[in-house]
């Protein structure tokens, strides 16, 4: 299972960004799809997912109406749409592999994860 992460940067409060998955063909088919964000000294969190099965998305309360999670099964990447960021926003995002058809938020549900992009909102 191949997941790249990429598209972090600096913003400032309010803007937007764009991250995106990287992997290939056969884990989009058949893998859930999470994004999940660690900032310094806190657990991992979940942030989004998305149904390998029916498309179907699931969003932490603290994203929910700012941040989108989409897939382009053609292109084979997933993406972290990224709006009205503020700096309790800042963290490593990881994008992240399940086997569960629904959209788990729990960390022990994915069993592959990429690398990390950072993301910090300045104030």
């Known amino acids: 299972v191949q997941l790249q992460a990429s598209g972090g940067g600096l913003v400032q409060a309010g803007g937007s960004l764009r991250l995106s998955c990287a992997t290939d063909?056969?884990?989009?088919?058949?893998?859930?799809m999470g994004w999940f964000r660690q900032a310094p000294g806190k657990e991992r969190d979940f942030v989004a997912g998305i149904s390998y099965r029916d498309g179907r998305t699931n969003y932490a309360d603290s994203v929910k109406g700012r941040f989108t999670i989409s897939r382009d099964k053609a292109n084979k990447e997933v993406y972290l749409k990224m709006n009205s960021l503020k700096p309790e926003d800042t963290a490593v995002y990881y994008c992240?592999?399940?086997?569960?058809?629904?959209?788990?938020?729990?960390?022990?549900?994915?069993?592959?994860w990429g690398q990390g992009t950072l993301v910090t909102v300045s104030s």
């Open positions: 063909e056969r884990t989009i088919g058949i893998y859930t």
């Open positions: 992240a592999a399940s086997p569960f058809h629904y959209t788990p938020t729990r960390v022990h549900a994915y069993d592959y």
